[in-house]
């Protein structure tokens, strides 16, 4: 699925993260049809599959490196990506916006599939001091990687510049001692 979908480049006129008009327009092809109507079969439309994790289909963000596509996930509410495989900088933009990219195998990703096909209500449960998925319907869990700076982000709610203030003191003192 390539950022086109993700966000259509005309919404990216706006330079901001104004997350109610990027999550708004999140998937806007697919969600609604050209008069602005909803697609009523579309699955984001659907009730059953609100949530914040999102299980996309294989090779996620592919296509043009736009930061307004992770932008666009996170304004939706999304927290986690579900996929066998992201593009590497749209994988490090969705880190950079407080989005999990939980890569996993093929075979799991269409297992989860067919799980939440089979229920909507399936839970999947992200574990990220462990680095695991589980479907919960099955009982089978993944492994995932994830850069260990990044996980320590995650886990503490810091950006890049916070995680820097939070490292004050300590910069300073080497500044002092390599003048």
């Not at 999550?23 to 050209?34: H, M, P, S, T, V």
């Not at 066998?84 to 989005?99: G, Q």
């Not at 089979?118 to 462990?130: G, M, R, S």
């Amino acid at each position: 699925m390539d950022t086109d979908q993700i966000i259509p480049a005309r919404f990216l006129k706006a330079t901001t993260k104004e997350e109610r008009f990027f999550g708004e327009n999140l998937f806007r092809d697919w969600r609604y049809n050209a008069d602005g109507t909803v697609v009523k079969d579309f699955v984001l439309n659907n009730p059953a599959y609100s949530g914040c994790i999102l299980v996309a289909g294989k090779n996620f963000g592919s296509g043009s490196s736009r930061e307004h596509a992770a932008w666009a996930i996170a304004g939706y509410g999304f927290r986690v990506v579900i996929s066998s495989f992201f593009a590497d900088i749209h994988k490090n933009n969705e880190l950079n916006n407080f989005v999990l990219p939980v890569q996993v195998s093929e075979d799991f990703l269409q297992e989860l599939f067919e799980s939440i096909e089979a229920d909507p209500k399936t839970e999947v449960e992200v574990d990220l001091p462990h680095q695991k998925v589980t479907n919960k319907s099955t009982g089978h869990s993944e492994q995932f990687e994830i850069n260990g700076y990044k996980k320590h982000c995650l886990m503490h709610g810091l950006d890049d510049i916070d995680f820097l203030q939070t490292s004050k003191d300590k910069i300073e003192t080497w500044e002092q001692q390599h003048k």
